[in-house]
């Protein structure tokens, strides 16, 4: 009879489930191609392991990256329109202090940040999907620059030209990609949350 | 595009395809996220389905291009103190290769939806009126350099010759067996130059004497060298990179 009165509590909406392994993908594709063109012409003095990248050549990791590039926009604004007109945004990932991300950041760091309630975010994961939404718009915004500095010449400029939007570029895919390895050995730390990001519920002790 | 970047990724396509069917059992037996991130890209690419997918993108993407520019939007333009020096030299061989084509002998031959097909000389295309240009040219591989070209407007000698306006596409065949094609709409743009003449020279050898079709609405592969003959046409012409999986209309 005791475990009968085990809760399950709803953490994650469909859409927010849906969008994230989606764009989980489409990240995937999108860093792993473009790893690909930048060994093509790199920006500074190091390439990425050919086995690391996708594509073949260049060709193929440019149609991986202009395919790719169409999903991960797409669902980026169902991401992004959802999470503002639900107030998922605003539920979820405010408010955020300075004061509580320094320590939470400490408490994680020490391996004692709490999780035992899913549903609500700690200051530095707030900090963290917050991060990767910032990383994304400029990601999309550098890439559109450099994939269109004529037809879309006033982003490039708002970038500083189209050498700067390259330079952009690699540096938010650099960040994008530091924040999900922590995310990953976060996962990997908490195991518990992974199931919840699919069937989106979590179970709590009453 | 540099000679090295083929040869590496064609000797690598034709050995990947015999392992391709292992691999394809390995990836029914459990395909999973971590499983995809470790599979190298091209064993995926080699896929039939996959490719025609990407194909298929790649397809969308020229439309999207297409409705994308703006015929009236002007590439930006550099003082000359911005040229880069020395301008790269790049093709699908080694400059040691390059073609050496006679000006003396030379005609720019015509074909296709052209009213007026009479080949043309060089001291003909030198007579025509000239403006000059100073952009950058952006490689696929995604470096940059600008520089300085001087030449005919093409949508001005399109008019002259009595090009089919409302066809689809202008093929280039040149001299190094390079080939190439663009669409009406980038052709007709006012930036786009038939040059002979690079900072304030004769076109060298290097840059694609005696032409060069300067688009700075395109990467650097759409901008034919020693270009020998012209064709207006509706049937879609492809072009050397386009051909082996180089998205065609590559706008900038």
């Not at chain 1, 990609?177 to 990953?184: A, E, Y």
């Not at chain 2, 093929?171 to 690079?198: E, N």
């Amino acid at each position: 009879m005791e475990a009968a009165r085990t809760q399950w509590v709803k953490v994650h909406p469909l859409v927010v489930r849906i969008t994230h392994w989606v764009n989980a993908f489409a990240i995937l594709v999108m860093v792993a191609s473009g790893w690909r063109i930048y060994n093509a012409s790199p920006l500074f003095p190091f390439r990425i392991p050919n086995e690391l990248t996708l594509g073949g050549w260049l060709a193929g990791a440019l149609q991986w990256h202009f395919a790719a590039m169409w999903l991960l926009v797409i669902n980026g604004i169902v991401y992004v329109t959802y999470g503002v007109v639900s107030g998922h945004f605003r539920r979820k990932l405010l408010p955020i202090t300075p004061r509580a991300i320094f320590h939470d950041v400490l408490e994680a760091l020490r391996g004692k940040l709490a999780h035992e309630d899913l549903s609500v975010y700690n200051a530095a994961q707030r900090t963290a999907y917050l991060a990767i939404i910032l990383c994304g718009v400029v990601l999309v915004l550098s890439g559109l620059a450099i994939w269109k500095p004529v037809q879309l010449q006033e982003i490039t400029a708002i970038i500083g030209g189209y050498e700067s939007a390259r330079v952009v570029h690699f540096l938010a895919m650099a960040l994008l990609v530091l924040i999900v390895l922590v995310h990953v050995v976060m996962v990997i730390l908490v195991p518990r949350t992974l199931p919840t990001m699919i069937t989106g519920r979590a179970r709590r002790a009453s | 595009m540099k000679k090295r970047s083929m040869e590496t990724s064609l000797a690598g396509h034709s050995g990947k395809l015999i392992r391709s069917i292992e691999r394809r059992l390995f990836l029914r037996q459990g395909l999973s996220l971590g499983a995809l991130a470790l599979l190298s890209g091209c064993d995926l690419t080699d896929d039939e389905s996959v490719q025609k997918l990407l194909t298929g993108m790649s397809r969308w993407n020229d439309s999207a291009q297409g409705w994308l520019f703006n015929p009236n939007k002007l590439a930006p333009e550099f003082p000359e103190s911005a040229i880069t020096k020395p301008f790269p030299f790049n093709a699908f061989y080694s400059v040691d290769e390059v073609q050496t084509v006679d000006g003396a002998s030379y005609q720019l031959e015509l074909a296709g939806l052209i009213r007026d097909k009479k080949p043309w000389t060089l001291p003909e295309l030198y007579s025509l009126p000239q403006t000059s240009q100073i952009t950058r040219h952006i490689c696929v591989e995604g470096w940059s350099a600008i520089g300085k070209w001087s030449g005919v407007r093409f949508s001005d000698f399109l008019a002259r010759i009595g090009a089919d306006a409302s066809a689809k596409y202008i093929g280039f065949k040149c001299a190094d067996d390079y080939y190439s094609s663009v669409d009406m709409a980038t052709a007709l743009h006012p930036q786009t130059l038939l040059t002979f003449r690079y900072a304030d020279e004769t076109l060298p050898p290097k840059y694609g004497f005696p032409m060069k079709l300067r688009i700075p609405t395109k990467l650097g592969f759409k901008n034919p060298k020693h270009i020998m003959s012209m064709f207006v046409t509706n049937e879609y012409p492809g072009g050397y990179w386009e051909d082996q999986g180089y998205n065609w209309f590559s706008g900038s």
